[in-house]
């Protein structure tokens, strides 16, 4: 949405020199950084005319991160915690190369997996672990370059190397980004199943449909602490997409992206918080071409997870994990061959890589049996299925 907002301002840039001076001003509220030398050897991308798809007919997959910086206004909100920086929030977010899917990913945190050895920006390198919790990774490039740019790739080596999905670009935002942009929608309408008292969340709220402004969805979002949790990162992950679809459902419906002086605000509050690999009009020209996506077809689901034997509180992911993966490598809808395929279809069955991920055989055969999941909230759904109703 906040693409297909950009390449709005775009196309309105042609029509006036204060409207491209407007679209000037938001594209220098973004931060952008480059990891491509952080990352190995990567293709070169074609070069494409500005508002263009630079990757019309493949598909895409980004890395969505929710830092807990604590620094500037971000402390004020979160509080002051010395030292260090963790990635709260990591969602692979895959495009289907004909545009017409959107499938989102959420990995726990708490999730033990390898860990590679990280190169950051000032050329040092990271310790690589064989088993360790997924935040570790933002965390072990943040303390060794001082810099989101190290931080991030390593993230993105990480769930590479543990998934065989490739990823092609990240995107950021922090405690403040998620609360001015949820306040500049007029606040996001909910359903609040249970009462919720979570002290070190700052979060008090009863039952019932809500209209939550900023602070609330942000500690909405970030809460694990209430009555209705058990202190787990994966409880919190439903939270986080409900709400999440919330937002994109509501901003939708009330046709924020045509209302000029609405679409201004959400891309001055959206923008100014978000660190990214993209290129302001790469973004917008991937959200315009991915316009007519209909909203049945945008999708989210966590991993499919159980607990790790060596720690209850961590978790690792389940034979059924590697089917979704396998999906989202080969552009294959990311449910076919699981238990809660919508179909019968088999999927090609993944096969382990020498990175210690995942990828699809060649041949495509019988999927094999998942074990038994444990899982937190519904295990998928899509815009359509969240409907906000209590």
Not at 227 to 237: L, W
Not at 247 to 269: E, M
Not at 341 to 369: F, I, V
Not at 378 to 385: G, I, K, N
């Amino acid at each position: 949405m906040r693409g297909t907002a950009l390449v709005t301002v775009a196309l309105l840039a042609f029509g006036g020199t204060a409207v491209y001076a407007t679209y000037e001003r938001l594209n220098g509220n973004i931060n952008h950084v480059e990891v491509d030398d952080l990352l190995g050897d990567r293709p070169e991308r074609a070069a494409v005319k500005p508002g263009a798809d630079p990757d019309a007919g493949k598909p895409v997959n980004l890395l969505l991160l929710g830092s807990d910086s604590r620094e500037g206004e971000n402390g004020d909100i979160g509080g002051r915690v010395a030292g260090g920086m963790r990635s709260d929030t990591t969602i692979v977010l895959h495009i289907s190369a004909d545009r017409s899917r959107v499938e989102l990913v959420s990995i726990p945190r708490d999730s033990m997996v390898a860990i590679p050895s990280c190169t950051t920006t000032d050329g040092q390198t990271t310790g690589a672990s064989d088993y360790a919790m997924f935040n570790e990774a933002f965390a072990r490039g943040w303390d060794t370059g001082l810099d989101l740019a190290s931080a991030a790739a390593c993230t993105w080596k990480t769930v590479e190397a543990n998934t065989g999905v490739r990823i092609d670009d990240f995107l950021l935002v922090d405690f403040a980004g998620f609360q001015n942009m949820v306040d500049a929608i007029g606040g996001v309408k909910i359903c609040i199943p249970a009462d919720m008292d979570d002290e070190k969340a700052k979060l008090h709220i009863d039952a019932g449909m809500h209209t939550l402004d900023g602070r609330t969805a942000l500690a909405f979002a970030r809460s694990r602490h209430s009555q209705t949790s058990d202190g787990s990162d994966i409880g919190r992950i439903g939270n986080q997409q409900r709400l999440l679809a919330a937002i994109a459902s509501q901003t939708l419906s009330k046709n924020v992206l045509t209302d000029w002086t609405d679409l201004l605000g959400v891309l001055n509050a959206a923008t100014k918080s978000l660190t990214t690999s993209m290129q302001t009009s790469d973004l917008a020209g991937l959200a315009y071409s991915a316009r007519s996506i209909r909203t049945g077809n945008i999708a989210f689901m966590t991993i499919p997870w159980g607990a790790a034997p060596t720690d209850k509180n961590r978790v690792e992911w389940t034979p059924e994990a590697d089917i979704v993966w396998a999906n989202l490598a080969s552009d294959t809808p990311m449910l076919t061959g699981t238990q809660n395929d919508p179909g019968t279809a088999e999927t090609t069955a993944p096969t382990k890589n020498p990175s210690g991920g995942t990828k699809a055989t060649q041949n495509p055969g019988k999927t094999p049996k998942p074990q038994a999941t444990k899982k937190a909230g519904r295990d998928s759904f899509t815009l359509d299925d969240n409907t906000g109703s209590c």
